[in-house]
């Protein structure tokens, strides 16, 4: 794994650091390339078994580890109509040689907080959601720390969270005050996700983002803004996840020179939402036609 630089940039007249973890690998990269570090010997396993969303950042780089290194990716998901146009991640992760199966075939638990391995075959929670995953994090953390002792920075870290693994685990290895804003459930879901992974372990501070979100849900003010970032910043960020996070940093007043942002990677992710935004936008556009 490669370090991913550090860069200042500025939006809406506000200076900040950017983590830059789309850049780690142009196939594993954001915290997928973290979460997943741990599995860079699988010399003893021959089959790779997770589940989750058909759209899922994790599953594609499932599906692109178990093909670099010889292994079958079987993955279980519910389906539904995507399968029969492929695109995104479910299209790489396809091409990759994705085996898929019915998510009621799922033999373990979705509340599966640990990895498992069985007869030479490797089980692995939704997302990536496992204490092994913080191998990977933990060299995120050093990364950070060695970037803020020769900078002379005590950053605020700010990333938006899923399973909020990544933000616990950065907040475990860190001294610094990492924030997190819950895209997924609520911070009720986010706290037991937590307490579950490593009890023990200091937990991120919760931010509230402006209005409640649902996940996968299109909100045009968010993708306003992802446009406006990409415009402003000449970066191109996840659609899923980072909208929300700059929406709630905007919110609480915390976009300055003393954060540091944490990219979320997963752009391949970005093709069916794009879609789903411009189908929502042209009917948008025909009502309005349609009501002159």
């Given at each position: 794994m490669y370090s991913s630089p550090i860069q200042q940039l500025a939006f809406r007249g506000r200076s900040f650091f950017l983590k830059r973890e789309d850049l780690l690998h142009p196939h594993l990269s954001g915290n997928k390339a973290r979460k997943f570090y741990f599995l860079q010997d699988l010399s003893k396993i021959k089959e790779i078994h997770s589940f989750g969303s058909l759209h899922s950042n994790a599953m594609y780089s499932l599906s692109f580890l178990a093909k670099s290194k010889?292994?079958?990716?079987?993955?279980?998901?519910?389906?539904?109509?995507?399968?029969?146009?492929?695109?995104?991640?479910?299209?790489?992760?396809?091409?990759?040689?994705?085996?898929?199966?019915?998510?009621?075939?799922?033999?373990?638990?979705?509340?599966?907080?640990?990895?498992?391995?069985?007869?030479?075959?490797?089980?692995?929670?939704?997302?990536?959601?496992?204490?092994?995953?913080?191998?990977?994090?933990a060299i995120l953390a050093k990364e950070i720390l060695d970037w803020a002792k020769k900078n002379r920075k005590t950053p605020k870290i700010f990333l938006p969270s899923g399973t909020g693994t990544t933000?616990?685990?950065?907040?475990?290895?860190?001294?610094?005050?990492?924030?997190?804003?819950?895209?997924?459930?609520?911070?009720?879901?986010?706290r037991k996700q937590w307490r579950e992974l490593d009890p023990s372990a200091p937990q991120p501070t919760v931010l509230f983002p402006p209005k409640k979100y649902r996940f996968g849900r299109l909100y045009l003010e968010l993708f306003e803004l992802w446009r406006e970032l990409k415009e402003q910043t000449g970066v191109t960020f996840d659609l899923l996840y980072d909208p929300v996070g700059f929406a709630t940093l905007l919110h609480h007043d915390l976009l300055d020179e003393d954060l540091?942002?944490?990219?979320?990677?997963?752009?391949?992710?970005?093709?069916?939402?794009?879609?789903?935004?411009?189908?929502?936008?042209?009917?948008?556009?025909?009502?309005?036609?349609?009501?002159?």
């Open positions: 010889g292994k079958t990716f079987i993955y279980y998901a519910k389906f539904d109509p995507s399968l029969r146009n492929p695109k995104g991640n479910l299209k790489g992760a396809l091409e990759n040689g994705m085996v898929l199966q019915p998510l009621e075939r799922w033999p373990y638990g979705k509340e599966l907080s640990c990895t498992i391995v069985q007869d030479s075959s490797l089980f692995i929670p939704e997302g990536g959601r496992c204490p092994q995953a913080q191998e990977g994090i933000a616990l685990f950065l907040q475990k290895y860190l001294l610094f005050r990492v924030y997190t804003v819950p895209c997924v459930g609520d911070e009720e879901y986010l540091l942002y944490i990219h979320q990677g997963g752009i391949m992710g970005n093709e069916t939402m794009i879609e789903r935004y411009k189908a929502k936008l042209d009917k948008i556009a025909k009502t309005k036609k349609g009501a002159v």
